[in-house]
Nanobody, 124 residues
């Protein structure tokens, strides 16, 4: 059974950092394309960035360039979202997802599997 389990969300002050984890089971993470999405209250789900072994990282949200990055640990079958210099506008539920095809895409409809989501709140 293909499954993604996220962890690492929480409350952080502006300027702080968090690392979200996305543990995959039922498949090898290095064979697939992973993406991180986020959804703020009353907004649509948006792609943040994406990674696969062929292309590397693709950023979809200009606001996170230079602050967020995605890494993977194939031995642990886990993908991480490192978020630095967090801002209040980064507050959202963050989701990891696996793409149906082996290319990066920003469209939620192109994802085959989703994690349950983890809340990130950036506030004083």
């Amino acid at each position: 059974q293909v499954q993604l389990v996220e962890s690492g969300g929480g409350l952080v002050r502006p300027g702080g950092a968090l690392r979200l984890s996305c543990a995959a089971s039922g498949f090898r993470s290095d064979y697939y394309t992973f993406a991180w999405f986020r959804q703020a209250p009353r907004k649509e789900r948006e792609a943040v960035l994406c990674i696969n072994n062929s292309v590397g990282i693709t950023y979809y949200a200009d606001s996170v360039k230079g602050r967020f990055t995605i890494t993977s640990d194939n031995a642990k079958n886990t993908v991480y979202l490192q978020m630095n210099s967090l801002k209040p506008e980064d507050t959202a539920v963050y989701y990891c997802a696996v793409a149906t095809n082996y290319y990066c895409t920003k469209y939620p409809s192109d994802m085959r599997t989703w994690g349950q989501g983890t809340q990130v709140t950036v506030s004083w």
